[in-house]
């Protein structure tokens, strides 16, 4: 699917992606052996083989950051089809927002098949570690939450992986509401402990957790391994959406991941 797309290449379109492909030209190979009879203009053309170069060399050497950086967010889903395989999943649950600051309590992440967890005053700093293992990571609204709090509290400037937002390949497929509202439409249905719990309730449950609440605690990070493992149906799901097929897990096989 990665090799028939043009759309993030300079001067190329929807439009002209449909042009190419209906000349007859349906993946980069074709399109780059027979440059000049693309139906698009001599500028385009000198552009578009260059990008494709790249592109088959990128995909030679699988360099994921190169099609999460120069594909557009819409179709960063062909991506994900590429490389499902190799993908991790990670979400975070933080404080009330004090003087606009929030603090990270806990983060979970799905990597290789295994749930981790991460926890404020414990091993919270352990996260980086894992990162460092990363190809390419899925986070639900993770472009405007996740990964900022994630910069700011390791005062790192960037992720060492690429990053695909979950929360706008929905968008894109018709999925316009939050995750839990796709989780409905979709039929995942949670554990029945954590059905109905939400981020604000998040926040109750880490200050009862400080207070000495062992239940608190667990059902937190429960939670927010809820909200990562649920990424990993979302992502099945969109991609059998846009046609390309992948074993979806089935959610009662993923809490089996909770505590």
């Known amino acids: 699917m990665i090799e028939t797309t043009f759309v993030h290449c300079p001067?190329?379109?929807?439009?002209?992606?449909?042009?190419i492909h209906d000349a007859g030209f349906k993946d980069w190979s074709s399109a780059l052996g027979n440059i000049n009879k693309l139906p698009i203009s001599r500028k385009v053309k000198a552009n578009l083989a260059e990008k494709i170069r790249q592109s088959i060399s990128a995909l030679e050497r699988e360099d994921i950051p190169f099609f999460v950086k120069h594909f557009p967010v819409k179709d960063q889903w062909k991506v994900l089809g590429r490389f499902y395989e190799r993908a991790s999943y990670f979400d975070i649950e933080?404080?009330?927002?004090?003087?606009?600051?929030?603090?990270?309590?806990?983060?979970?992440?799905?990597?290789?098949?295994?749930?981790?967890?991460?926890?404020?005053?414990?091993?919270?700093?352990?996260?980086?570690?894992?990162?460092?293992?990363?190809?390419?990571?899925?986070?639900?609204?993770?472009?405007?939450?996740?990964?900022?709090?994630?910069?700011?509290?390791?005062?790192?400037?960037?992720?060492?992986?690429?990053?695909?937002?979950?929360?706008?390949?929905?968008?894109?497929?018709?999925?316009?509401?939050?995750?839990?509202?796709?989780?409905?439409?979709i039929g995942i249905e949670r554990p029945i402990d954590l059905r109905g719990v939400d981020g604000f309730e998040a926040i109750y449950l880490w200050h009862d957790w400080l207070n000495g609440s062992s239940e608190a605690r667990n059902k937190l990070i429960r939670y927010c391994g809820a909200d990562v493992l649920s990424l990993k149906f979302v992502a099945a799901h969109i991609l059998n959406h846009c046609g390309i097929p992948v074993d979806s897990p089935s959610s009662e096989n993923l809490w089996n991941y909770l505590k």
């Not at 001067?11 to 042009?19: A, F, N, T, W």
């Not at 990270?104 to 992440?109: G, L, N």
């Not at 790192?156 to 409905?184: F, N």
């Open 11 to 19: 001067g190329i379109g929807p439009v002209g992606e449909k042009k």
């Open 94 to 185: 933080t404080t009330e927002a004090v003087l606009g600051r929030a603090e990270i309590t806990v983060i979970a992440c799905l990597h290789k098949g295994e749930l981790h967890h991460f926890v404020r005053d414990e091993n919270l700093d352990d996260f980086l570690d894992l990162l460092d293992d990363v190809e390419l990571m899925l986070s639900f609204n993770g472009s405007s939450f996740d990964i900022p709090h994630v910069l700011d509290h390791f005062h790192i400037p960037e992720i060492p992986c690429a990053h695909i937002d979950l929360r706008w390949q929905c968008y894109h497929c018709g999925y316009r509401y939050g995750l839990k509202s796709i989780e409905t439409e």
